[in-house]
């Protein structure tokens, strides 16, 4: 007997759970169904991503609509547009056998004459996005003031993206008296607000503990310097074959530029972010579905529509600004029961993000090492040789054996083995011969400490100090200043120094054999629309350090010249488009294999922008400034 029976639901969503293949329901599912369906009441549900929310309200809510009735009867409010898509397709899934109930999906990046069209005709149910609701709402282009039923979905990530303004006009817009169900996987104060301000007594189910980590996910980092951590992200690729991962970093920028890198060195890759168009985010989102992306590059924003099966890793390239935001991400893996692996690549000055982490999900990291490229090797090796054997044989081979047979004549069973394995393995012993293995940081007893957050004091004796035309008034401190500086230049830990900000400009030191790197790369980036103008500085950086980090001694200048000219634009993904993956190669990319004729990988992500600009098209999200290293930079929120 399917256990969905005993839940309540009408015979026509058996029919519809029969042919989905559900066959047991999920806790949450369990836990809220009931509930919903037994009176009209206010609902509080905590749960993790990926443990059925959507089926949880889905199922009770189509009961209770009325298909009779064309009126707008339910809001379902989401995040993101492809978490809008989606709902709005496991709805349609699950009323097919429903007649005459009509789903509408409401999103930025689409016709907002269409979408008020397909309103008119009659949509029992709406599932939109905060901004574009409000739009439709201030347009009068959607009437919500007698509908019974409100859904937020996913309400902390919509809360953290900036939504709190338009989730409480669009509540406000709504009748008092509506059932509103609240699902989120954590319960941050907003969220704690909207429930207090707009429902009345609600049921509250948690799944799991409050806020915690996903039972099933395993919690693994990796201590690197930061000029090592794309190699890192490589070695941990070739060390799992079958990755098929979603890999975080925390600007467009960077997205951009990690995928970019990926293909280039032959990996089958490919980046989200909020600048695709819907047409390149769906082709994406399409060939990762297919798996013929292994590692897809995501922002925070961009990944929340991703609900793909068997996901084995989340990697964590970049930590998110908000910590909270990691169990977002670890939920893309470890769903419906099945193990997943998140992993974080980490530097010392973030070590004491992991110890926030590990207290809000309730779970313990483990600290691992990168692997050895002898051990990368070893793995590559058995690889191959368990998927030759587990190759199928397409007997329409058979005709062309004796040919084969006349050009591998004389060869011993041992020698053909040795020269097969060789085709592809010999590009990883030649890669990993000529690269070093990464040192790995020993976090030990430094863990929890600041690590290289601290300016290091060092004597001027030979080194050299630049000025830069950027400081506080562009949100700068000392230390986000040393980080963006570390990360723009993809220098060491000590490698920038004596970092002295004032107000419209600032001075750092480094040591003279990267003059050069200094004064090419930083003079080509560009900072919220202007150019950095940097140059070697008289100021000789002299005197102690105040408790702010910043120097006693040395004139500075109140300004520079900028340099005319605009900053050239990075090029396009390959394989036709900015997320697009190459496709164009003489072979398609191997499973963890890359192109090993590069004697060093290019340098890590980029530089980060400074300006942000919203994901997710029109959805209206105020923007957020993106942080540097540890210190995040004050938000400004804007619109688009």
């Given at each position: 007997m399917n256990k969905f029976e005993q839940l309540g639901l009408s015979e026509s969503l058996l029919k519809a759970i029969l042919d989905l293949g559900f066959e047991n329901p999920t806790e949450v599912q369990e836990k809220a169904i009931p509930l919903l369906?037994?009176?009209?009441?206010?609902?509080?549900?905590?749960?993790?991503?990926?443990?059925?929310?959507?089926?949880?309200?889905?199922?009770?809510?189509?009961?209770?609509?009325?298909?009779?009735?064309?009126?707008?009867?339910?809001?379902?409010?989401?995040?993101?547009?492809?978490?809008?898509?989606?709902?709005?397709?496991?709805?349609?899934?699950?009323?097919?056998?429903?007649?005459?109930?009509?789903?509408?999906?409401?999103?930025?990046?689409?016709?907002?004459?269409?979408?008020?069209?397909?309103?008119?005709?009659?949509?029992?149910?709406?599932?939109?996005?905060?901004?574009?609701?409000?739009?439709?709402?201030?347009?009068?282009?959607?009437?919500?003031?007698?509908?019974?039923?409100?859904?937020?979905?996913?309400?902390?990530?919509?809360?953290?993206?900036?939504?709190?303004?338009?989730?409480?006009?669009?509540?406000?817009?709504?009748?008092?008296?509506?059932?509103?169900?609240?699902?989120s996987a954590t319960m941050p104060q907003e969220v704690a607000r909207i429930a207090k301000q707009f429902m009345h007594e609600p049921l509250e189910i948690t799944v799991g503990a409050k806020n915690s980590g996903s039972a099933t996910v395993s919690h693994e980092f990796y201590l690197v310097n930061a000029r090592d951590r794309y190699e890192a992200l490589k070695r941990l690729a070739d060390a799992n074959p079958d990755i098929f991962s979603v890999v975080f970093c925390r600007t467009k920028r960077d997205t951009q530029a990690v995928a970019e890198k990926l293909i280039e060195d032959g990996y089958s890759a490919a980046a989200l972010h909020g600048d695709l168009s819907q047409a390149q985010r769906d082709g994406v989102m399409k060939s990762f579905r297919g798996r013929q992306i292994q590692m897809l590059?995501?922002?925070?924003?961009?990944?929340?529509?991703?609900?793909?099966?068997?996901?084995?890793?989340?990697?964590?390239?970049?930590?998110?600004?908000?910590?909270?935001?990691?169990?977002?991400?670890?939920?893309?893996?470890?769903?419906?029961?099945?193990?997943?692996?998140?992993?974080?690549?980490?530097?010392?000055?973030?070590?004491?993000?992991?110890?926030?982490?590990?207290?809000?999900?309730?779970?313990?990291?483990?600290?691992?090492?990168?692997p050895s490229g002898i051990e990368i090797c070893e793995i590559q090796l058995l690889h191959l040789a368990n998927k030759i054997k587990d190759t199928e044989v397409d007997h329409e081979i058979d005709n062309y054996l004796p040919a084969i047979n006349n050009v591998l004549e004389g060869l011993s069973k041992e020698e053909l083995i040795k020269k097969m394995v060789s085709v592809e393995f010999n590009r990883f012993i030649a890669y990993y011969k000529k690269n070093r293995d990464i040192s790995n940081q020993s976090s030990g007893s430094e863990r929890r400490e600041r690590g290289d957050s601290?300016?290091?004091?060092?004597?001027?004796?030979?080194?050299?100090?630049?000025?830069?035309?950027i400081g506080s008034r562009d949100n700068f401190d000392w230390m986000s200043l040393k980080d963006?500086?570390?990360?723009?230049?993809?220098?060491?830990?000590?490698?920038?120094?004596?970092?002295?900000?004032?107000?419209?400009?600032?001075?750092?030191?480094?040591?003279?054999?990267?003059?050069?790197?200094?004064?090419?790369?930083?003079?080509?980036?560009?900072?919220?629309?202007?150019?950095?103008?940097?140059?070697?500085?008289?100021?000789?950086?002299?005197?102690?350090?105040?408790?702010?980090?910043?120097?006693?001694?040395?004139?500075?200048?109140?300004?520079?010249?900028?340099?005319?000219?605009?900053?050239?634009?990075?090029?396009?993904?390959s394989g036709g488009g900015v997320g697009g993956f190459r496709s164009d190669r003489n072979s398609a990319p191997r499973e963890g294999g890359f192109r090993s004729d590069r004697n060093s990988a290019p340098r890590e992500g980029g530089f980060r922008s400074s300006t942000p600009r919203t994901e997710g098209g029109s959805d209206r999200a105020p923007r957020r400034s993106e942080s540097f290293g540890d210190s995040p930079r004050p938000r400004r929120p804007r619109r688009d």
């Open positions: 369906l037994e009176k009209d009441t206010d609902m509080v549900a905590l749960a993790q991503t990926g443990t059925g929310k959507t089926a949880a309200f889905g199922f009770p809510l189509i009961q209770k609509i009325d298909a009779n009735n064309r009126n707008t009867q339910a809001l379902i409010l989401s995040p993101t547009r492809e978490l809008c898509l989606q709902i709005t397709n496991e709805i349609k899934n699950y009323s097919k056998y429903e007649k005459g109930i009509n789903v509408v999906a409401i999103y930025g990046g689409a016709s907002i004459t269409e979408q008020a069209r397909d309103i008119k005709r009659g949509a029992q149910i709406i599932v939109a996005t905060p901004g574009r609701m409000q739009d439709m709402i201030n347009r009068g282009l959607v009437n919500i003031s007698q509908i019974n039923y409100c859904i937020l979905d996913e309400a902390d990530e919509m809360l953290n993206m900036g939504f709190y303004e338009d989730i409480v006009n669009i509540l406000s817009t709504s009748p008092d008296e509506k059932s509103t169900w609240l699902f590059v995501a922002t925070d924003v961009a990944a929340r529509g991703i609900d793909v099966d068997n996901i084995t890793h989340v990697v964590n390239y970049q930590l998110p600004d908000e910590i909270e935001t990691y169990n977002h991400r670890s939920g893309r893996t470890g769903r419906a029961g099945k193990l997943g692996t998140s992993i974080v690549i980490v530097t010392k000055s973030e070590l004491r993000k992991i110890s926030s982490i590990e207290r809000i999900i309730k779970q313990k990291f483990e600290e691992k090492t990168i601290e300016p290091r004091e060092f004597n001027n004796n030979g080194a050299v100090r630049y000025f830069v035309n963006y500086l570390k990360e723009t230049l993809d220098l060491g830990r000590d490698d920038v120094f004596k970092v002295d900000v004032k107000e419209g400009f600032s001075f750092f030191n480094t040591d003279p054999e990267h003059t050069d790197k200094v004064m090419e790369v930083l003079n080509n980036v560009q900072l919220e629309g202007r150019r950095i103008n940097v140059e070697i500085s008289k100021n000789d950086g002299g005197g102690r350090r105040d408790h702010n980090g910043r120097s006693g001694g040395g004139a500075g200048r109140s300004s520079a010249p900028r340099r005319e000219g605009s900053f050239a634009p990075r090029r396009e993904g």
